[in-house]
């Protein structure tokens, strides 16, 4: 068996089953994480489109069980190549990206699964909404663009304060009514469990320290 295989259900064996793994897979090349599709592992992340298209797009048209999830920052101008090429979309921030997103998806006839990112730290470094204008950007996003919401995202910052992040993430995602929610990463991901994440983002636990 890989090591990487392993390491995979080891983290496996620590979680539930309503729990989804994102195998965040940039950076390494296909054969590098090609043990986890070999097992049947479907959920795989990445943060730059155009390395997303170049490694799996051929490998989309092949297995329609594939979930590509976009978990990086993503620009409205590619927002055409991010509608052909993923499943999920975790960093949506802005009106401009939701705007192109929807047109795009009226266009290719797709529907993808979104989450809201929150920039549960107000650090200005960071994309995601501000907390005070979620409630706003939601009922934009659902109601002005019929854009599938189905979770919130956030990346805490690592401050020694994930669990008051991880509570109002949890209570924000509650208040909207929505049934996931993206948080947790190789560090942190059984924590998120205790909050209720349903999809946990792991890499290097899986695939090693990147180069």
């Known amino acids: 068996m890989s090591i990487i295989v392993e390491r995979f259900n080891k983290i496996k064996s620590n979680i539930n089953k309503d729990v989804n ?20 592992h479907n959920h795989f992340g990445e943060n730059k489109v155009q390395e997303a298209d170049m490694k799996w797009s051929n490998h989309k048209k092949s297995n329609k069980n594939l979930s590509l999830h976009m978990v990086g920052k993503l620009q409205s101008n590619k927002s055409k190549k991010a509608v052909e090429l993923f499943d999920y979309i975790h960093s949506l921030d802005n009106q401009k990206l939701a705007i192109s997103l929807s047109r795009f998806e009226l266009k290719l006839k797709k529907n993808l699964k979104y989450f809201i990112q929150v920039n549960v730290g107000l650090e200005s470094q960071k994309s995601g909404i501000l907390p005070n204008l979620l409630d706003d950007f939601y009922s934009f996003c ?29 209570e924000a995602n509650a208040s909207l009514g929505l ?20 999809f946990v983002r792991i890499g290097s636990s899986i695939f090693g320290k990147r180069f």
């Open 21 to 40: 793994i994102i195998a965040i897979s940039k950076t390494f090349t296909f054969e590098h994480i090609k043990p986890l599709l070999d097992i049947g």
């Open 142 to 170: 659902t109601k002005e663009l019929n854009l599938n919401i189905v979770g919130l995202m956030a990346i805490p910052p690592n401050d020694g304060k994930e669990d008051n992040y991880f509570k109002y993430l949890y």
């Open 179 to 198: 049934k996931e929610m993206s948080l947790g990463m190789s560090g942190d991901y059984l924590k998120a469990i205790k909050y209720k994440s349903t």
